[in-house]
């Protein structure tokens, strides 16, 4: 059998299926409060180990894959991915079997984040891709993630809703889909190996470590704003913007619709936006995310909901910017045997993001919704301010004198 015509997309499609995987469970946690009687201390913990089983598998995978290969970890991942959908099927025997799955599919998507990102971009290039454009590797590896992280808690809802066999069916849907994409991914060509050398200076590839010094000064300040900005749109805005009454779940459910959409529309841009020269790129993403917390802030202050969805709007885009931004970084930046490493280490960081609900929530305890906004805002420019110092620091050697 020969390979696939454009042998990057299984591999980006296994990130599609691992991102179902990971976020299916997302749409059944209301049916299992219903029907099993779970506490929301309990579910919350579920969400919870995900993280548990994720940052490891961040960390590690890549640099294992930087040894390995990205094949092997991948198919790892997705094979690690189904066996926690039938953990997860386990639900009717209790809870146990969930921070089972949940954990599972915490460390199958940090693995193939990790590994199947650099997979992508690896074979969105020659010899294996002979048509993309520079930064291809990277858009595409962040859109077919986004695509699983939406199409995994939307299908499932949907067959928890109107399917029978709402425990179970979900998850078999998911475990049906991997199936013929690992038969697809066994055939698939690697990238890289334990022996393959390191990349020559001469052909424009960093100067040993200055990849994880512009990705310590660079990338790593604007990371966490990935998914801070995500979720400030479609979780913090609903909380703190004043005037909704009755209608704040409505609200709120535009606000994840808005938040998300323009988070995926965005990203085909974010290489347009992109050049060799300087981090225009996350700086443009970082200008757009400290528009859009201007903006939620306005909406505070005027009690003008409107706004507040506009907010997501803008930060949905800021969110999708930098994550295609910092990954077109990466993939420049780092040599092949260490763009596994940095790549999990930045999805780590922009995981962090997902604490800002968290964080706001608890300090708006005893501060104010406008002075919680007003200090993001500082944080964002500070943030901003350091990738602009940095900004034509450590590039790749080729670009020093451009």
Not at 239 to 247: D, F, I, M, Q
Request: glycine residues 10%; aromatic residues 8%.
């Amino acid at each position: 059998m020969s390979r696939p015509a454009r042998p990057w997309f299984p591999a980006a499609l296994s990130l599609t299926m691992v991102g179902w995987g990971a976020n299916q469970f997302v749409s059944l946690l209301v049916y299992y409060r219903q029907h099993h009687g779970f506490s929301e201390v309990l579910v919350t913990s579920m969400l919870g180990i995900y993280v548990a089983g994720l940052v490891p598998a961040l960390l590690l995978g890549g640099r294992y894959s930087d040894r390995t290969g990205r094949k092997r970890v991948t198919i790892f991942a997705v094979s690690l991915s189904m066996v926690a959908s039938v953990a997860m099927m386990g639900a009717v025997f209790g809870a146990a079997p969930l921070f089972i799955g949940r954990l599972l599919a915490g460390t199958a998507t940090g693995l193939a984040m990790a590994a199947a990102t650099s997979w992508v971009k690896e074979l969105s290039q020659a010899p294996w891709d002979l048509k993309s454009v520079p930064g291809a590797g990277a858009r595409r590896a962040s859109l077919m993630t986004a695509a699983g992280f939406w199409l995994g808690p939307v299908t499932g809802g949907l067959l928890a809703a109107w399917a029978p066999a709402p425990e179970v069916l979900p998850y078999a849907v998911h475990i049906l889909l991997c199936v013929p994409l690992l038969a697809v991914l066994a055939r698939m060509p690697e990238t890289t190996t334990a022996h393959q050398p390191r990349t020559s200076l001469a052909s424009g590839a960093p100067h040993p470590g200055e990849g994880r010094k512009r990705f310590r000064l660079v990338v790593a300040p604007a990371a966490p704003w990935v998914f801070a900005a995500g979720t400030t749109g479609f979780a913090v805005i609903p909380a703190v913007v004043p005037g909704l009454g009755e209608g704040r779940l409505a609200y709120a459910t535009a606000a994840v619709a808005i938040t998300l959409g323009c988070s995926v529309l965005i990203q085909p841009l974010a290489r347009r936006v992109d050049t060799v020269r300087n981090a225009r790129s996350l700086l443009t993403g970082l200008c757009v995310v400290l528009l859009g917390l201007c903006l939620v802030l306005l909406a505070i202050l005027t009690a003008v909901p409107a706004l507040g969805l506009a907010a997501s709007a803008v930060l949905g885009c800021g969110s999708g910017l930098l994550m295609v931004g910092g990954l077109l970084e990466i993939q420049r930046a780092a040599g092949a045997h260490e763009l596994g490493a940095l790549t999990g280490f930045f999805y780590t960081l922009a995981y962090a993001g997902f604490l800002a609900p968290t964080i706001v929530a608890f300090l708006a305890q005893w501060i104010g919704g406008a002075w919680i906004l007003a200090g993001m805002v500082l944080l964002c420019a500070a943030s901003l301010a350091t990738v602009a110092l940095n900004s034509r620091k450590h590039l790749p050697h080729a670009l020093e004198r451009v």
